[in-house]
């Protein structure tokens, strides 16, 4: 109501100086205000001039920012299906890989959807692709994601440049998704290519060094490569599940955090815990086997174990996936090996009769021997340690050398065994209790070797396993002669007074197992985000 | 040789006073070990002709440590399937969970494999079961490890004190595989024993406390009801897979060191990081969020997850398995929660169609309706928040005490809930924006809403979920108004500055879903070896 006192208002005395300054800020304010306004409206009607002129602005621009505005449930295809759908009209979301203009009335653009690209082409048509849309498509920045209308179309030369090579997409309409804020630290085309081509080729490509991919791995991990990659690390957790649910095996969940440091305390990382302390799990080896005298008879694992070892090689990370599994044992540990052997090989034939494609695109990348194991009566090989050491010395190694693998010993003994049995796979049985950890359960006739193994991938080790001592009398003898005291593990050591089943397992490193089976070279491009002594982000 | 110098001799000068007494002593020393020789001599004979007249010597006794000396392959059978094998010959291994001798001619054994137990009985009989079998039998200390062999024989009455109820095995032959060192510290059938028994019985049972079971954690796990809790732990694990697969999800596994306090510093774990620190992730929230910034279209991740919390509650751990997922957006942030919705009911569908063993063995425990949803046409009950505070303010809750739901009111609406609708599972969409994390994408018309979503089972929140920022300046001015800073945060932001689909998700906690499913009323029972603010062991 126009008489009622408002708050706002002015009461009834002359204005002051200061006041009478304000009116007048307040004056000028609102005539810049009303100036702007004008502006605003004379662009805007510059541009609905100019959209006057282009038949095309509602086929392209930005898409406002998708808040759930709407629903119209249209469906989106898949880049790996095109080649089946030539005459088709399709609605794609995909990555602007590259873009290419030809004048300026067409433009090539290379669309990426994770392991697969294909070219689309917009050209200017009279009242369906403008010459501002296509200026517009031109200038959007590689990464870009559009959501993209076309006609799937046939093409006479193979596309060498985008991985479904048959057809191409003739565009229609064009949106943007989401675009780039700021430059790429690199291009996914230079951070996919292999190598030998920086090396053989005349064209000066950029190399991508392994420092800056991690740096910017969100960008690294878009490469057909690295798509390529973690899916099949995460065919390699399926086809482990797999194998061992059918086998009658339960997934468990062991606690990381642990109140004493297990195992060998020096390479431990500490957490604060509230007002003590605890430790991150090394492996999931005391939890496996309290697991088994808790009367689980087959269990495995899939989780983080962490290693504070200052180690900065080709193969170690401060924390990776382990792949573990324990289970009873009615007679003889073999009947563990043989379970392990047959997880392997489940696991390979998957991969090879399920993930070709995924194969063959990191082969281009990283180009490498298909992996190579021993299938039907032959079986895996399967050496002795002895007889490891022998095939070592044969070739020229010092016995007293070999009380260990070294690193370089064990590569050295993968070439030898490739070269004499064709194989990337063995099996190593019968290792030196020396080497071993306390709670490996001796061989009963001679007391200087265990009942434990190793299993190999291109000559390294990428499994660990052995029967374990289920007493808790012998364990703790165990325990002293390798300097640990029992009373430190008291739970661990209880759980065998409580009565305990014999049993065996072993350990996986899944990143190990994704490297070397692809030949990657280095464990990191095997992990999502990897972590070590120097590297703790992304 | 008799003349040679043995250092062992005295030297040829005559004996002192004190040799003299030690000269003694070792004479006494001899003396008494003759004498235990004798003794023992006598006892071994005594022994031997005792043997003599056992004809079972050979069927019966403590076997060797098993070192995998030998591999007869003879396969073991599960007492599951006794019913079926009446008359047939079988070799299990079991625990002994209780014995009871009828005079020194007989004896009792209930058997147990993890949810299993059958009826075990020996007699007395010429030429096969001796007197000093059957001693020896009853004399085996409960949770003893026994490999047994027997006659599979039909019985008129059921036996109401096993789960296999229409057989026993009539033993000839026992041997014991691995004993109990020390007391239980409570027997396995007291910890399976419903509390209503004790309530009402006329017996005096013993009550066996949570804290007792959890520092005891490994017999308390032996029970059938832990058993079968696990067996339907690893099949949600299973069953959460299968469903995200068949749904075009690859499994991620993002690092758990963290270089940055992420999301809420408050409730972080800090980790001494060689010589800085790391922290231990809260959630896989930004590193599911990198991946969808890195074109992983479809992720999930199962693994551990932290929580610095000093929650001292029944649902509260600080460690426990999330169950993870997130995925793009096409058109709206709906299209995630029919995933998840989906998702659920297939995980009920596959307990309810494949566990009812299990879920009958738990219910034995804890008694409890079955867990009710809807199905069909009519679907999954979803409210709005709004929807779900004006059920609550028309029960008599203060609207003004409806600002966020205390965990009593989530409970009553649960409750509320039941009663109008029938179901113990729903959802609630459309959160307060002010009661979600910096991340949550606003709801386009009404500011103060948000696209977020919960669900719940039995009236406790089991998954929080929503559309996530991908824009990064929505994104950093979403973080300011929060308190956090963008910079503390950068390779986050920075994710999404490369160009980011629309995406959301969400994440489950696993042992609630087992909690809430299966009615536990502590969550401690659903996790393996549970870490609360005070508890690290075991």
Not at 31 to 48: G, I, P, S, T, V
Not at 56 to 79: H, M
Request: with cysteine.
């Amino acid at each position: 109501m126009s008489d009622s006192q408002s708050p706002d208002q002015p009461q009834n005395t002359g204005p002051s100086k200061s006041e009478l300054k304000k009116l007048a800020k307040a004056a000028e304010k609102e005539k810049r205000a009303a100036e702007k306004a004008a502006k605003q409206q004379e662009l805007a009607a510059q541009q609905k001039a100019e959209a006057d002129l282009d038949c095309a602005t509602s086929f392209y621009g930005a898409l406002p920012l998708n808040q759930s505005q709407s629903r119209p449930r249209r469906p989106r295809d898949k880049i790996a299906d095109l080649s089946s759908r030539v005459g088709e009209i399709v609605v794609l979301r995909a990555r602007v890989q590259t873009s290419r203009a030809q004048g300026n009335k067409m433009v090539f653009l290379n669309l990426r959807q994770t392991t697969d690209t294909v070219q689309a082409l917009l050209t200017v048509t009279p009242e369906k692709v403008s010459k501002q849309m296509v200026k517009w498509t031109a200038g959007l920045a590689d990464e870009s994601i559009i959501l993209v209308e076309g006609t799937v179309t046939k093409v006479q030369e193979p596309i060498k440049s985008a991985s479904v090579s048959d057809v191409e997409i003739h565009v229609h309409q064009i949106h943007l998704i989401s675009g780039i804020d700021g430059r790429l630290p690199f291009s996914v085309e230079d951070a996919a290519r292999p190598d030998t081509d920086l090396e053989t080729s005349d064209v000066q490509y950029n190399r991508v060094l392994l420092e800056t991919r991690l740096n910017n791995r969100i960008v690294d991990l878009r490469t057909q490569t690295s798509q390529a990659i973690f899916k099949i690390q995460s065919a390699i957790g399926d086809l482990f599940r797999e194998y061992l649910s059918s086998h009658g095996f339960i997934e468990i969940h062991s606690p990381k955090l642990q109140g004493a440091a297990t195992e060998s305390g020096a390479s431990v990382f500490k957490v604060g815990y509230f007002k003590g302390n605890a430790y991150l799990g090394q492996s999931p080896q005391l939890a496996k086997q309290m697991a088994i005298a808790a009367d689980f008879e087959r269990v495995y694992e899939i989780g983080p174990v962490f290693r504070a070892e200052d180690s900065n090689t080709h193969r170690h990370l401060t924390e990776f996936i382990g792949l573990d599994l324990e289970m009873t044992i009615e007679e003889h540990y073999h009947e563990v090996l043989e379970v392990l052997d047959g997880l392997f090989l489940s696991i390979f034939r998957g991969l090879r009769e399920k993930y070709t494609k995924e194969i063959g695109v990191v082969q281009k990348q990283f180009p490498a021997d298909d992996f190579k194991w021993r299938e039907g009566l032959e079986g895996t090989l399967r050496l002795t340690f002895r007889e490891a050491v022998d095939i070592l010395v044969e070739d020229g190694v010092r016995r007293e050398d070999l009380d260990d693998f070294s690193t370089e010993n064990e590569k050295r003994l993968g070439r030898l065994i490739k070269a004499k049995y064709d194989t990337d796979y063995y099996i190593i049985d019968k290792f030196p209790m020396a080497l071993r950890p306390f709670y490996t359960m001796r061989d009963s006739e001679d007391p200087t070797l265990s009942n434990s193994y190793d299993f190999f991938m291109r000559g390294e080790e990428i499994l660990s396993g052995a029967q374990r001592i289920h007493d808790p009398a012998v364990l703790c003898e165990a325990m002293r002669s390798k300097g640990v005291d029992p009373e430190s593990m008291k739970p661990y050591v209880d759980g065998f007074r409580m009565g305990c089943n014999p049993h065996g397992g072993g350990g996986i490193g899944l990143e190990r197992v994704v490297m070397l089976f692809l030949k990657l070279n280095n464990i990191r491009r095997a992990s999502l985000f990897p972590r070590d002594p120097k590297r703790l982000e992304p």
